[in-house]
Each structure stands twice: as structure tokens, then as C-alpha cells.
């Protein structure tokens, strides 16, 4: 592998990250860009690793002895302090991040976000290893814009919209909105990561993640994972499409995102990973804002494009609309729009996203109609249990 030079100019050394989470989505994809590009070790921490398992078998990998998993639920083990004294970089990705679970089960979102992750910072701030800890765009909340009157033409200003890591204010909603259980968990434990970095010393990163999406993304219900599960927006419109079911649009589908290509994305990481100067004591937004659509927008954009990929015909009424109330339950509330600044991440490291919207829902579609298209027919086809 030729020597690697960080954004600087100096030879970057091999480190150890322990990645806390690995075995997710995100983690994942880090995984395998760290094996396939660079010369560093990850001890990967997870209590799953069904999306890593490429990665660690068989053993005539070139990266074998490079990734080590070690099945650990970090609630309770003592195992995680002499995992992150080991490594150089501490990464974590763990949490119960699906909105269904925020308002239907917010102890345990609560618990998963803040109390579960306090001893990674603790034993980080202790031992003088590094943090790299991922947020949530979703800690910013509502936009400043979104209080304002239907028809007022601020609306339209970015001032009251674009979301900035150094100077937008957080807006949840009331206590009994449990959605919010989760970006204040968030809030609060990016609060702590920051007080620690300011008066222990604390070498951190936190990193709020933009609706990042690809392949492997969370789960399709009753193939990979509970037949009453309720994954994040992809999965649930690939789920409808696989199943040739309407796509469904809570409260309309009115809210908006900018979705990124998690390929994309994981160029970000790597290069707060390799540049420690440049991004210790910063906060990132991580997100595509050329990316921008209405969830209906996207639901119609899905459909398009798996049509494509799949050759099969559009259905006559390709989306229905679902009370928030009904799709997911008392306590939902939603973030109306989510334009990330780029200003601090393009400066400190220089990184832009790449690809379109079109582009990576081409990627993503060929990859869930190649993997789960048969096991979804297989599973219509049975008689259901009477
Ligand atoms: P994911 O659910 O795919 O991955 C999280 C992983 O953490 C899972 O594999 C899970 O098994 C593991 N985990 C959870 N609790 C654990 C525990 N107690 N012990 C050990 N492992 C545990 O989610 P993801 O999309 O990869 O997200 C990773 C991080 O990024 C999360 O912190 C999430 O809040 C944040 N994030 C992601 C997005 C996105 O767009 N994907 C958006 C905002 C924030
Ligand atoms: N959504 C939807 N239909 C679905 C799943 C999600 O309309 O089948 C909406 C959801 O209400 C939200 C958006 O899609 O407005 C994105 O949801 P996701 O679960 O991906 O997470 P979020 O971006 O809210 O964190």
C-alpha cells in the first residue's frame, strides 16, 4: 500500500480505532473502508455482526488479523475499558437511532443515547484516547422558520433554515412529543463530550450525520429482521416496493430531508479519522444539501427508479397517506426541514459529497432488489399460518 499523507502533507501512521458499533450500518461501511484503503486495525465492538461478516471470514482475507470482533453489549461489560486503552481512537456508533423506537419505547432510547454511552467518554477522558462520537442532525430539531407564519417570506430566507453547527439553536418539541427523547439524549451527551473536552482535556469529534443511506441500511421486516419491526424512511419504501405494496406518506409526506450517499459520507470520517488537527475539538455537520426533496418527492423518486431496476410496472396508486398517529403511535412529531452548513467541514477538512440523489438510489435499489427480491417472493408465496 503506498504511504498515505494526511491533508497536510505528513505520513499518516497505522493506528487502532476501536469501533464501538461496528456491526450496524454506518460501522459497516467504515469497516470496509478501513480494510480496503488503509493501513489501520479496528477492534469491532458490537453485539450483532451479521453486516461485517464479509469482512471477518474467511481468514485468507488480505486484511485478516487487521479486524477483530468482539461480541460485547456495552450496557454491561467490563471489557470495554481495556478495549479503548488499546486503541488509539475511540469511534462510537452504537444507539437505538430508529424514529418508531423514540416515542414508543423513549427509556430505552434514552438509556441507549445517554447513560449507555457515558462510559466510553469517561474512560476516553481518562486514559487521553480520542473520541470520534456520532450525533444527530436531528439534535437541531425543528427550524427557526417553521414557527413563522405560513405565508411569512422569511420562510424562504436560509437564515431561518440552514442548519449550523456553531450557531443554530436546538427546538424540540413538549415533554409528552417522546420523539424528542432521542436528540435530547443526543444533546445532552454532545453537552458532556464538550464540557469534557473543555475542562478535562478531551480530545473529540462529534459528528451529526445528514439522513446518510446506502445498501445494507437497517433492516427489510420479516426477511432480516421482525415481521412488525419499523426501520427508517429507505427501508420502509424498498420494503413497499419489494412487496409491490403503495409506499406510505406520514402526514403527507410534507417533511423534508437531504439524503447523502453513505459512500460519500464515509470519505468524511476517514479524513477527521486521519487528521486528528483538524478535527479534535469540532463538531460536523455531515450531510448533502444538494440533495434536498420532500419525502413524497422521494417516495415518487423510489418508485421511478426501482422500476428501472427491477423491470417491473409501476402500480396504479403508487403511495397512500398514513396519520403520523397510526404509522407510528401516540408522541410522534417530526423535523420539518434539514439543510446542513457546510462551511466548518469544507474548511477544516476540505470535503464535499458527491452524488446525486438519482445516482445513489440507483446504487441502493440495484443492491436491495439483488438481495432481497427472491426471499421476499419465497416469503409471499408461503401460506400464512392460520
Ligand atoms: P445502526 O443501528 O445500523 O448501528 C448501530 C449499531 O450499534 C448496531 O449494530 C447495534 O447493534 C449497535 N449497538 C447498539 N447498542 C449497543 C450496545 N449496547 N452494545 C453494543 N452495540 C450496540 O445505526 P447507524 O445508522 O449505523 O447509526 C450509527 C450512529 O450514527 C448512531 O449513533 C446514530 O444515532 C447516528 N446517526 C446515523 C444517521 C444515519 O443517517 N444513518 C443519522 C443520524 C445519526
Ligand atoms: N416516513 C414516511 N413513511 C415511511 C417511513 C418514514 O413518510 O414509511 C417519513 C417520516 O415521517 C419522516 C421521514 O420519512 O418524515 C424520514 O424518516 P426516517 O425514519 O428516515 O428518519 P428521520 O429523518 O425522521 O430521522
Known amino acids: ?52 461478516k464479509h469482512l471477518l471470514e474467511p481468514d485468507s482475507l488480505p486484511w485478516a488479523g487487521r479486524i477483530e470482533f468482539h461480541r460485547i453489549n456495552i450496557k454491561h461489560d467490563s471489557r470495554l475499558e481495556g478495549l479503548i486503552k488499546m486503541a488509539d481512537l475511540t469511534i462510537n456508533l452504537a444507539a437505538i437511532c430508529t424514529p418508531a423506537d423514540y416515542n414508543t419505547r423513549p427509556l430505552d432510547t434514552i438509556y441507549s443515547n445517554f447513560i449507555d454511552a457515558l ?69 445532552l451527551i454532545e453537552r458532556l463530550i464538550y464540557a469534557e473536552g473543555a475542562e478535562n482535556g478531551l480530545d473529540f469529534t462529534i459528528v451529526r450525520p445528514f439522513n446518510w443511506i446506502g445498501p445494507r441500511m437497517d433492516f427489510i421486516p420479516g426477511i432480516d429482521g421482525p415481521s412488525e419491526g419499523v426501520p427508517r424512511v429507505l427501508a420502509c419504501f424498498s420494503n413497499n416496493l419489494l412487496r409491490r405494496e ?30 486528528p488537527d483538524r478535527a479534535n475539538g469540532h463538531i460536523f455537520n455531515v450531510g448533502n444539501p444538494n440533495n434536498e426533496v420532500t419525502v413524497r418527492q422521494l417516495a415518487e423518486m423510489m418508485t421511478q427508479v426501482y422500476t428501472k431496476v427491477s423491470r417491473e410496472p409501476m402500480l396504479q396508486s403508487p403511495s397512500i397517506d398514513v396519520s403520523s398517529k397510526e404509522f407510528y403511535g401516540e408522541g410522534y412529531d417530526d423535523s420539518d426541514k434539514r439543510i446542513p452548513d457546510m462551511t466548518i467541514i469544507n474548511k477544516q477538512l476540505g470535503w464535499n459529497p458527491k452524488t446525486s440523489l438519482w445516482d445513489l438510489l440507483e446504487s441502493t435499489l440495484t443492491y436491495q432488489h439483488r438481495t432481497y427480491a427472491e426471499a421476499i417472493k419465497k416469503s409471499m408465496a408461503k401460506p400464512t399460518a392460520s
Open 1 to 52: 500500500m503506498a504511504a498515505r499523507t494526511d491533508l497536510d502533507g505528513r505520513p499518516i501512521k497505522p493506528m487502532t480505532i476501536c469501533m464501538i458499533g461496528a456491526g450496524g450500518f454506518i460501522g459497516s461501511h467504515l469497516c470496509e473502508k478501513l480494510m480496503a484503503e488503509t493501513p489501520h486495525k479496528v477492534l469491532a465492538l458490537d453485539v450483532y455482526n451479521d453486516k461485517i
Open 119 to 187: 462510559p466510553g467518554v469517561k474512560y476516553c477522558s481518562e486514559n487521553s484516547k480520542r473520541l470520534i462520537h456520532f450525533s444527530t442532525c436531528e439534535v437541531y430539531g425543528k427550524t427557526i422558520g417553521s414557527f413563522l407564519p405560513k405565508d411569512s417570506p422569511l420562510r424562504k430566507d436560509p437564515a431561518y433554515y440552514v442548519l449550523k453547527e456553531d450557531t443554530s439553536p436546538c427546538i424540540f418539541g413538549s415533554i409528552e412529543k417522546q420523539r424528542w427523547s432521542y436528540a435530547c439524549a443526543k444533546q
Open 246 to 275: 403503495p409506499l406510505k406518506l406520514v402526514d403527507g409526506g410534507q417533511s423534508q430531508r437531504t439524503f447523502v450517499y453513505i459512500k460519500d459520507a464515509i470519505e468524511a470520517v476517514l479524513l477527521m479519522i486521519e487528521n
